[in-house]
């Protein structure tokens, strides 16, 4: 199954066949989505439907978790609303969930710096509690970052010749061996780079995709400072959300890179026409990469 099998009239009988009561509404196709193709669902609603075979694990996890946490975040988030069951027509779990407003922050970035920093920081505190024992957990985010060693050069590697090296081992291994997180799993978002928030009026009015929801160290999250944010708002973004340490902070830097290179590396992809590739995300990689280099005064 792939993008290209899922059409209109896919999605509309599949609404007709699970959830009669929204099939005639409004459809449009949004050209976004990492694992899930979208579609416009009427004015409040849209339909997720999978192109990857880790996907529709992710918007069960979504489904089952999201609901819990989005009455207390202080910004939209897609919260889940249907399930869609698989079928003969379709043999993937697919959701129906909220529609969020905005342009993703890889086309329209982040530019008012302390209320795109408040905004971001406030979200996280309160994404940002302790998780309960049965919440997911993930091998890759929210993890110590020794454990991530391996993954670091895998993305280094073929980006090396674009960036300067030297200064991004200084940062990684300042992260690798800061003090680990030691409280409680919090509750993270895991994957927050420009594609997965929505921007409007140069500020931040949305996050996305919480396929990678899981529980861990809260400095996953915080690399957002650098990530997201324009250059010199982490400082802000650092004293809007409060109670973060240098252990805290250096880790969040060595998230930051990581992410970093992984857009560099899905950028560099798409100049070579390579499958998985996204135009936007190499420029959105380098400027955060730039960012999180720099030590603000």
Avoid at 112 to 120: C, H, I
Avoid at 143 to 168: K, N, T
């Amino acid at each position: 199954m792939n993008g290209a099998a899922i059409d209109e009239d896919l999605v509309r009988s599949l609404l007709r066949e699970q959830h009669p009561d929204l099939a005639r509404l409004g459809l449009r196709r949004v050209p976004a989505g990492w694992d899930n193709q979208l579609w416009r669902l009427g004015e409040e609603l849209a339909v997720r439907l999978p192109r990857t075979e880790r996907a529709p694990s992710l918007l069960r996890k979504e489904h089952r978790w999201l609901p819990l946490l989005a009455g207390r975040l202080p910004l939209p988030v897609p919260t889940p609303v249907r399930l869609g069951e698989p079928s003969p027509r379709f043999p993937r779990s697919w959701t129906v969930a909220r529609w969020v407003p905005g342009e993703p922050a890889d086309r329209a970035p982040l530019s008012r710096a302390r209320p795109a920093a408040n905004a971001l920081a406030g979200f996280l505190r309160a994404l940002h509690l302790p998780a309960p024992a049965d919440a997911p957990r993930s091998a890759d985010r929210g993890v110590p970052l020794r454990d991530l060693r391996d993954q670091f050069e895998r993305m280094l590697e073929p980006v090396a010749a674009r960036v300067p090296v030297a200064a991004v081992r200084d940062v990684w291994e300042a992260a690798v061996s800061a003090p680990a997180h030691t409280g409680p799993a919090r509750w993270l978002h895991a994957d927050l780079h420009p594609a997965n928030v929505v921007v409007g009026d140069g500020t931040l009015t949305g996050v996305i995709d919480f396929g990678d929801l899981c529980a861990g160290d809260p400095a996953t999250d915080l690399a957002a400072a650098w990530v997201l944010l324009p250059t010199g708002a982490s400082a802000a973004f650092f004293e809007a959300y409060g109670g973060s340490d240098e252990a805290t902070i250096r880790r969040a830097r060595g998230w930051a890179v990581l992410r970093a290179l992984a857009l560099i590396g899905i950028g560099q992809a798409w100049q070579r026409g390579l499958p998985g590739g996204q135009r936007t995300w190499g420029p959105a990689g380098r400027a955060a990469l730039g960012r999180a280099l720099v030590r603000e005064s």
